[in-house]
């Protein structure tokens, strides 16, 4: 990175002088008069004076010379500025987090996560049955969910036991059932669900954790119902604690991001032998 803003200002610098030095330009370095490029650094010299005292002038008069000038001038300003803030715009862009990557196995830091992981290996429940999930609520959180993956067969075995024990002290340490609404998700539906728009998700095919079983959403059962709506305060406060337990599990919670999704989990590690086109 710091390489390339280098080169882009060394870039910038050596346009600069040709635009300022046309005698230079012409690659007859040999034929350069010096009198004639001290006459351009004293026209030069005279040019930035004359700027200042212009800048000046358009300071006192509140701006109303620059705006005439940048008006006269609008081809050139706005390619200047657009110049000036490309690196600026490239470092950010570059710097911003990677919608999907994989990471190091990350630590547990709970106490009771680390021993329930440690114990006996945990059982996953069984598979709801198919009209539980037909619910107008339901449908409006998760399109098409009818044909979601709710099979905890097909999640990754680290991911499936560090979720099982956050469901597991959810409901014995919080009272709140939970429920599995999607987690393996193929390539097909997954670019199904991004031509619905960015509201729905913003991965594409092989660009979501669902696709290699490291990802999950979830949900909350009461009196026999699915509960998602974070308008719904005591579902808030579900996922609130839900979120709490699995960052203490070792898992990303959708809750901490800008587009927020708050019963989604997923663990960012690669699992051995696994390809990126799995």
């Known amino acids: 990175m710091h390489l390339f803003l280098t080169l882009y200002l060394l870039t910038f610098a050596l346009a600069a002088w040709l635009l300022l030095f046309p005698p230079v330009s012409t ?19 005279t040019q930035l004076i004359h700027a200042a005292r212009l800048t000046w002038r358009i300071t006192a008069r509140r701006g109303r010379a620059l ?6 001038h609008l081809t050139q300003s706005g390619l200047a500025i657009a110049l000036l803030c490309l690196p600026a715009a490239i470092v950010l862009m570059l710097n911003r987090p990677a919608l999907f990557e994989f990471q190091q196995q990350q630590a547990i830091p709970h106490p009771t996560v680390h021993a329930l992981l440690n114990g006996e290996r945990l059982v996953v429940p069984t598979i709801p049955p198919p009209d539980i999930f037909k619910a107008r609520e ?3 959180f998760y399109p098409d969910v009818s044909t979601a993956n709710r099979d905890w067969q097909q999640l990754d075995p680290i991911f499936q036991q560090r979720l099982l024990a956050v469901f597991t002290l959810m409901r014995v340490q919080h009272g709140y059932e939970m429920i599995l609404i999607e987690g ?37 059962l009461r009196n026999g119902r699915i509960v998602i709506s974070e308008q719904d305060p005591w579902a808030m406060r579900g996922y609130e604690l839900f979120g709490q337990l699995a960052t203490e599990a070792g898992l990303t919670w959708g809750g901490h991001w800008s587009l927020r999704d708050y ?3 997923e663990l960012r590690s690669r699992r051995l032998g696994m390809s990126d086109a799995s």
């Open 27 to 45: 690659g007859r370095y040999s034929r350069v008069d010096p009198r004639l490029l001290r006459r351009y650094l004293q026209r030069s010299l």
């Open 263 to 265: 019963g989604h989990v």
């Open 184 to 220: 393996y998700r193929s390539p097909e539906r997954q670019h199904q669900l991004a031509s619905l728009g960015a509201h729905v998700t913003r991965a594409g095919a092989h660009m979501s954790y669902h696709q290699y079983g490291l990802a999950a959403d979830c949900a909350f």
């Open 138 to 140: 339901v449908e409006h």
């Open 67 to 72: 705006r005439m000038w940048l008006r006269t």
